[in-house]
Structure formats: structure tokens, C-alpha cells
């Protein structure tokens, strides 16, 4: 049951997803005890699966891009072992010695050490090996690098204009009147619209019979005041599509550029089932651009993720830490809309 935990959750996780750990999962081992408290593990670009059974299980394996084996001295593990269990459980040296011989050891070679055919890389002396640390330190960053999904992430420039127009997105918005959030709510979406018809424009024509917006939410229809004036002039056919109006059924757009925009996408449950409804269309996602005034770096992770040739363009990227106000948007959505009915 305990690896079905862990193998759903490194699934999870690899889907740039939260995922809650029970309290029943929990286990310190600086305490030697199974903690009470829930907690949630958000996904990160790197993801450490740590354990001396690690290498042990297949279902594990399998789902690691690297495999590290941190190899130490035989006395060096035990002289660690007999100082924390005598300074933190309390342990006599003479039970400690004893549980090793009988039980630790054997189990050890006869376990984890044939597992170590499985490392891609073995680490000699662990934490005393600082080159063998920087070559792995290198090694990841080199793969982040070289990771690609920035390359498909446009962010505005920031300059002056941006700068003050983005303020509209932040809770100082508080400062501002309703009527200056409108205003420059609609500058910024044309700033993003016009960098994202040009990256949807620059895409073989042969194959592209015209382009398609379609809004992703009620408040998201506000910015179609700020597409239609780009729409009237852009070179390209550009379409007005309900968000609900392609599904699997109807594959007469499949030659079409998808534009999907949406003031504001800090979850992904909007966002992903369309992806994938479009992917049920026979639309290839290299024929998607999203568009978008703020995005959360954890739903653009999980959208190159599953989508690597999808583009987004937006004018504000929220990293982890920053707070979102959500009454704050609710409220935002509901009178961006509102506003949009009478302007």
C-alpha cells in the first residue's frame, strides 16, 4: 500500500500537480515516529526520491530520470548510526551493535547493495565528496538549461508601460477606480494579443486557414474588446469561437491556429481539459497559443509538461511564494465583466 503511495505520488508530482500526504504516510526520523499532520507537497523542476530502497522497486525506478547511489565506508555508516541512536533514541551502544550485526547489516548486503547496478552515477564518500556534489550540482543545471518550455513562454517586455499597466493585476489595484483597472486591463490584453497573433502568424501559413479565439472564461470575454481592434487589421482570418463550441466531434477547425485567453490562470483546471479537448479535435498543439495577463509558474509547468509545443504568452509570471488574492479576483472577474457590458 506504502508504494502505491509513493509511485502515485512521484506520478503526481512529475505532472507538476500538488498532492496532500496523509498523516498515515508521514515519518520522521529524526523523531522515529509516524507524525500526526497532514502536508502538501507542491512540484518543483527538481524532485529528490530519497531512501535506501530507492533503487529497490521497479515501479520506483522507472519513474527517475537519474539514479544517484551515495556509496560510504562500511565503519563510517555505523559510527553514524551508534552516535544518533544513543543521542537521539536513547539507545545503549551494546543494542545498537547488536540490532547491526543481526539485522542491519545482512539485510543491507543482501538488499541495497545489488542495487546498486541500477545507478546511472555512484557517489564515493557521500557528503565528503564536494567535486563529485558540483559535477551533479552541474549536471542538473545544465539539464534545466536545456529543458526548452522557457523557449515557448513569452513574458512582455518590462519597461515603463508594462510596469504600469500590470499594476491592475496586483492586489494594490485597491488604489486604483474601477474604470482605470478596465483601461489598463485592456492595454495589457492587447500588448499580450498582438505579441500572440505574431508568434500564431509565424507558423506555416500553407497549413493555416485562419485563426481562432476562443475565451476560456465569463470574465475572459472582457478582453475581446482589446482583440477586436487588432482582429479588424491582423492579415490573418480571425474568429470569435464560444469556449464549449470544439470538441472531438467537430474537426473542421483542425487547420485553424487556436488562440485561448483568459485574464488570469493560477489553477489548471480550466485550461488543461481544453488542451486536451483540442487534442481530441485532431488539433495539434504546436497551432496553440494562450494568452494570458498572469499565470502561475506552477500551471505553466504543468502545461509544457503535457503540452511542450504549446506557447504562452502573458504579462505577469507568479513564482511560487507569491500570494494570490483570491477574493480579491473573484471580485475582479466579476466587475471585469460587468465593466465589459457597457463599455
Partial sequence: MLLNILTCAICVIRRYAQIVLPSLYRFSGSQH???????????????????????????????????????????????????????????????????????????????????????????????????????????????????????????????????????????????????????????????AFEEALGLATSSDKRATSGILAIPLSRSSTALVAALAPIAATASDRITFQAAEGIDEKNRSVANETMVLFD???????????????????????????IVTLQISEAVANEIFNAYPTVKIVTASVLRPGEIVDETFLNVWDDRVANQSQVH
Fill in 33 to 191: 515516529k509516524r507524525l500526526s499532520r497532514k502536508r502538501s507537497l507542491a512540484s518543483a523542476d527538481v524532485v529528490i526520491v530519497e531512501g535506501i530502497f530507492a533503487f529497490y522497486y521497479p515501479e520506483i525506478r522507472d519513474l527517475m530520470h537519474m539514479k544517484v547511489f551515495v556509496d560510504e565506508d562500511a565503519d563510517t555508516c555505523l559510527a553514524r548510526r551508534i552516535r544518533r541512536d544513543c543521542s537521539v533514541r536513547g539507545r545503549d551502544i551494546d543494542s545498537v551493535l547488536d540490532q547491526y550485526e543481526k539485522f542491519v547489516k545482512p539485510s543491507f548486503d543482501e538488499l541495497i547493495v545489488p542495487t546498486k547496478r541500477f545507478a546511472d552515477i555512484i557517489v564515493p564518500r557521500g557528503r565528503d565528496n564536494p567535486v563529485a556534489i558540483d559535477l551533479l550540482r552541474r549536471h542538473l543545471q545544465h539539464k534545466l538549461d536545456d529543458s526548452g518550455s522557457d523557449s515557448n513562454l513569452t513574458v512582455l517586455k518590462s519597461n515603463a508601460q508594462t510596469e504600469l499597466l500590470t499594476q491592475a493585476l496586483r492586489p494594490s489595484v485597491n488604489g486604483l477606480n474601477w474604470e482605470e483597472v478596465i483601461l489598463r486591463t485592456r492595454r495589457l490584453a492587447s500588448l
Fill in 263 to 289: 485574464h488570469s490562470l493560477t489553477d489548471s483546471v480550466v485550461i488543461l481539459p481544453k488542451l486536451r479537448g483540442l487534442g481530441e479535435a485532431q488539433i495539434s498543439s504546436n497551432r496553440v497559443v
